[in-house]
């Protein structure tokens, strides 16, 4: 995990344990995404209360890996403020910096290009339930992606798609691959989905 999404889940510590309710859903879905493991469980759940095993939870998080806060995220389902919360708290603490990865192995011309509608096409039917914290890093604020959201309720990629497609529209220029490929990397996200977008249409 990131030092700034294990520094924001420490900063809110307090606030978490008192809305989160983990047992239903939350700590099924960490298990079933191999974040945590079963000793991992009975530890939460032989806590006594549901905000110790809140603090429980959120004392394993950090060392489960780089999937884990994403995960968490996704978990967050049943609790959407707080995921809106969480998403909000990186955003305004997060500068969508225009550093280069190295993981890429595209030419210039190609990172320096704006995507195309089809490109941002498959790049949504690529991003799942990664795509909340890849266009939060992109910029697109909390209230667009709950608009994302509710306008494509059915459909992750449509939501996804039209986050893209409105990131494209307020950035112009500035909306390159090379911009999506560093968002990817800090989600946690695989950068190389993008060359894939790029070389491999399907």
Known sequence: MEHVHRALLRRLRVELS???LVSDTIVPLLYQEDVLTEAHVQDIESERTEGRKVLRLLDLLPGRGPRAFRVFLRSLQDFPWVRDRLLHELQAGTPTGSGSTDLCRLPDPVLHKVPSDQELSRLASRLG???EVVLMDLGLSVEAMFRCRSDH???TQAAALAGLVQWRRSEGRRATVERLMQSLHAAGADPNIMEDVLTRPT
């Open 129 to 131: 339930s990664d795509w």
């Open 153 to 155: 309720s059915l459909s």
């Open 18 to 20: 008192d809305q989160l």
